[in-house]
């Protein structure tokens, strides 16, 4: 079946790395994408990584996948408090459409 | 400024009672989604259109309805809501872009009484 477990909540202090984990179920997923929803706000997505791919990095952000083990992680170095909000990890299935399977999300908090 | 945008912002609604969300968007895409966004269970998919005049079940199909007129317009029918469509409502796109990302709108919080 095709599944996507994270963790709820994570809480760091500001300035340091902030890592929320991801595994998912679905051997076919071709991308796989970290979106960010900040309070009473739409889901923004924040990266995304391709399948073929074990490492992507954009500024801050740091995506490693692990296909062998179905885990997907994001860093996010120098944590600030702006990064506070809920990240959703999301696997792209194919098929007759542009499927994503979404996690419950990881509320992340950044304290002084 | 090109984006999606869902109308109403929030909604209380008496049991029974039909109710249309709505949803434009203004940047060409072909696809659109609705989703309903539970505390615990992230974002399940409702409904999709891969294109203007097709739509398509997602995973919790039941109790909703779409139409898919235009390339913009996508809203979401309630014929008669439960309580246990108490939800905060996402309408998204996407183009098939390289990356195939689905941008997503600000959603409405419906209450169902």
């Known amino acids: 079946g095709e599944d996507v477990e994270q963790s709820l909540f994570l809480s760091v202090r500001e300035g340091d790395s902030s890592v929320i984990n991801c595994t998912y179920t679905?051997?076919?997923?071709?991308?796989l994408y970290w979106y960010k929803q900040e309070p009473g706000a739409g889901l923004q997505l924040l990266t995304y990584?391709?399948?073929?791919?074990d490492m992507k990095q954009d500024q801050r952000l740091t995506v490693l996948l692990n296909k062998k083990d179905k885990h997907l992680s994001l860093r996010i170095a120098d944590t600030q408090t702006g990064d506070s909000a809920i990240y959703f990890c999301a696997e792209r299935i194919t098929g007759g459409y542009n499927k994503l399977i979404f996690g419950a999300g990881t509320r992340l908090a950044v304290h002084p | 400024i090109a984006g999606i945008t869902q109308a109403p912002t929030s909604q209380i609604l008496a049991a029974g009672r039909r109710m249309t969300l709505r949803c434009t968007q203004d940047?060409?895409?072909?696809?659109m989604y609705w989703y309903r966004q539970d505390l615990g269970l992230g974002l399940r998919l409702i409904h999709y259109s891969n294109t203007a005049g097709t739509t398509g079940k997602g995973e919790v199909p039941d109790g909703y309805s779409v139409s898919r007129a235009n390339t913009d317009d996508f809203p979401l029918t309630l014929a008669s809501a439960v309580p246990s469509q108490t939800s905060v409502y996402f309408c998204?796109?996407?183009?098939?872009?390289?990356?195939?990302?689905?941008?997503f709108g600000p959603g409405t919080r419906l209450t169902v009484l």
């Open positions: 940047m060409r895409h072909n696809a």
């Open positions: 998204a796109s996407s183009g098939g872009s390289g990356s195939n990302e689905q941008f």
């Open positions: 990584i391709f399948s073929n791919m």
């Open positions: 679905d051997s076919s997923s071709t991308y």
